[in-house]
């Protein structure tokens, strides 16, 4: 599959880039979407959640009344759950939520998802971007350029560009990762996912 490369003033240039039909243009496995996403939203819990439990509660261990002959059920502390102020019976305790995804399953899933945004049209190659310092309007002007202004995007970049990342940051439904951080989710969650010419080797290097 063969895309030619845009400039950041939208216009397509004389340089083109060869898309891998081993990431781009497979069969996509839906499953294996599904398990990695899955995983990614799990990994992102925060996982703190803690309510007390009769061993949390503050209060006396003094056996509250005598064992027998009161007519009521038996009672050995004012913590019990059965009581008001006691503790919570199997309350949720701070966990981890994610889980053991095998390497191969998230590779096919991202070849998948990128193999839907390819079948969409929805994947593109921008010249290196470089911003010489963080600037908001700059990448706003780049969206302009692209007529993405109202889209849900994700920019692929070669290395960690601190600038175009500050640069995008405040602006609502764009997405700045780099090459090795690229994930299922994202991919998935952007309407165009546009790819800077010089992650395109690093890409098929990770997934290949």
Known sequence: ??????NTKGKETS????????IYAIE?????????VKNILANKRQGTHK??????????????????????????????????????VFGPRPRTYGFKLNKKVGVLA????????????????????????????????LLENLNMSFEKILVVTAGNNKNVYLSARNIPGAKVVSADSLNTYDILNANKVVIAEGSVEMIEKILN
């Open 110 to 141: 991202r070849k998948s998802a990128l193999t839907y945004k390819a079948k969409e049209a929805s994947i593109i190659v921008l010249e290196n971007l470089k911003f010489e310092a963080p600037k908001t309007k700059d990448f706003t002007a």
């Open 15 to 22: 340089k083109s880039v060869t898309l891998t039909d081993s």
């Open 51 to 88: 309510s007390k439990e009769r061993a949390d509660i503050a209060g006396s261990t003094r056996k509250i009344k005598k064992q027998k002959g009161t007519g009521t059920a038996r009672a050995g502390s004012i913590k019990s759950p059965v009581f008001r102020g006691g503790g919570r």
């Open 28 to 36: 996509p496995n839906d499953h294996a979407i599904y398990l990695d």
């Open 1 to 6: 599959m063969e895309l030619k490369v845009v």
